[in-house]
């Protein structure tokens, strides 16, 4: 988004929005037991590659997109929940 062509009080939305979701989605991640530091990361990767995704498929007009980030999203998420004690 160019935020200069769109007004500062819309970039302003904008990130607090994104920010507003990626602590939602680490703090969910925290509590499967992912560390903090790994899932503010994992939580910054996971809406970066599901929101390009989601403009690959209405550009493509063509859900393969999101299902590609879904299925390989899903092992290394897997692989960074911790089990329950």
Do not use: H
């Not at 703090?27 to 590659?49: F, H, K, N, Q, Y």
């Amino acid at each position: 988004m160019d935020c200069a062509a769109s007004g500062t009080s819309t970039g302003q939305a904008v990130a607090t929005a994104f920010a507003s979701w990626r602590n939602a989605v680490a703090t969910a991640l925290t509590d499967m037991g992912v560390p903090a530091e790994r899932a503010a990361r994992l939580a910054t990767l996971m809406i970066s590659a599901l929101e390009g995704a989601i403009l690959m498929a209405r550009a493509e007009r063509d859900v393969r997109p999101l299902t590609t980030v879904a299925r390989e999203l899903g092992p290394l998420l897997d692989a960074e929940v911790r089990p329950a004690s």
